[in-house]
């Protein structure tokens, strides 16, 4: 950590905005981004004064550690606002918590709060007109860290770039989800990156997620690597599996990303006392569930779509078809959530964070 305090933030303006040629309406997600990024350098073993300037490329030398060996982490949040033009946060002390566990898993330096967290608000207060109201409407912030130092010596970086950038998004509907179960490929082992959000965990995941895309389904529930049985995480969302009226989850480990919605969605459920299990789920007793009729719905839980319901999923060669009900739970956790999020009702657990 820095011997030097930070508290202060340079900022230069960009002479003109591009807000006017956004088509708020059809938002792709993640594809347009603010005026302004945040920009703080760590060299010499210290973290320089953070810098909040225009949005644009920057140069990098071609021997970056990043570039060769995949130094690089990252968080996903957003920011809301509600009826009263007031932007909020949702629990961003986990975000930046986690990122900094991130950061010491991949031989990376910790962060000091105040970049993160000041430098996080001031850019959001810059961009405030890019925040628009309304339910699902939010800001996608993403803080990220990069090894910018030279030479392909297979050793920690010596210098780093940490940056923020903000891009406006719409509610994030991804269409139908059907799922296959992994038998093989493994996005996480004991002892690996798995509970990291490093960069690398992404990379590992498009390839047998582009073999599923070609036999149609949108997305991988990955298994425990040392045996498949167990059920550990929807693509890159924490997952959900309702069976009669109970909802189960995996519990985290080394190997499952220890997701801030799903720990919400935990305390919302046993706020709303709807019965809860965090437990191993078995491949087989999901299958089991749904021959008998009692598996009645799987969910994804992550920051960018909320929540991600499943409408079916394949298992050795078979496809199990998930009942289409009335009042499904997944949507009911939804509007709790984004609820509170966009302050629509109360937060009686104080995970928003006004800016
Ligand atoms: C980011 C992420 C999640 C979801 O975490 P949230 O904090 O809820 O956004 C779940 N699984 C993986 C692998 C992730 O990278």
Not at 96 to 125: C, D, H, Q, T, Y
């Amino acid at each position: 950590m820095t011997t030097n305090t930070l508290n202060d933030i340079e900022i230069i303006k960009a002479p003109t905005s591009k807000i006017d040629s956004v088509d708020f309406q059809n938002l792709a997600f993640g594809n347009v981004f603010t005026d302004h990024m945040l920009v703080c350098d760590y060299k010499d073993g210290q973290w320089e004064k953070p810098v909040i300037k225009p949005y644009a490329p920057f140069l990098m030398d071609p021997s970056a550690k990043v570039f060769h060996y995949g130094q690089a982490i990252f968080e996903g949040m957003k920011a809301y606002k509600d009826v009263n033009d007031d932007i909020w946060l949702f629990r961003p002390d986990q975000n930046f918590e986690r990122f900094n566990k991130s950061a010491v898993r991949m031989a990376m330096p910790e962060v000091p709060e105040f970049v993160f967290m000041e430098g996080l608000k001031e850019l959001i207060r810059l961009e405030k007109d890019w925040v628009q109201k309304g339910l699902g409407n939010s800001l996608y912030l993403r803080p990220f860290m990069i090894a910018t130092g030279t030479g392909v010596i297979a050793a920690p970086s010596q210098e780093y770039r940490f940056m923020i950038i903000l891009s406006p998004a719409k509610s994030y509907y991804s269409g139908e989800v059907k799922v296959i179960i992994a038998e093989h490929f493994s996005r996480a082992a004991n002892g690996g990156i798995g509970a990291a959000k490093a960069a690398g965990n992404y990379s590992a995941q498009f390839y047998p997620t582009k073999l599923a895309n070609e036999k149609g389904y949108q997305q991988i529930i990955w298994t425990d690597d040392a045996t498949h049985t167990k059920l550990e995480e929807a693509g890159t969302m924490n997952v959900f599996f309702r069976i009669n009226d109970t909802l189960f989850t995996a519990p985290t480990s080394e190997r499952i990303l220890d997701g801030i919605t799903r720990k919400s969605v935990i305390d919302l459920v046993n706020k709303e006392n709807i019965a809860l299990e965090v437990r191993t789920v078995l491949v087989d007793e999901l299958v089991e569930a749904a021959k008998n009729g009692s598996l009645k719905e799987i969910f994804g839980a992550g920051t960018a779509a909320v929540i991600n319901p499943i409408v079916g999923f394949s298992y050795k060669d078979e496809y199990y078809e998930l009942p289409k009900l009335e009042k499904p739970m997944a949507l009911k956790i939804k509007q709790k959530l984004t609820n509170i999020q966009n302050k629509l009702e109360e937060d009686v657990f104080g995970w928003t964070v006004k800016i």
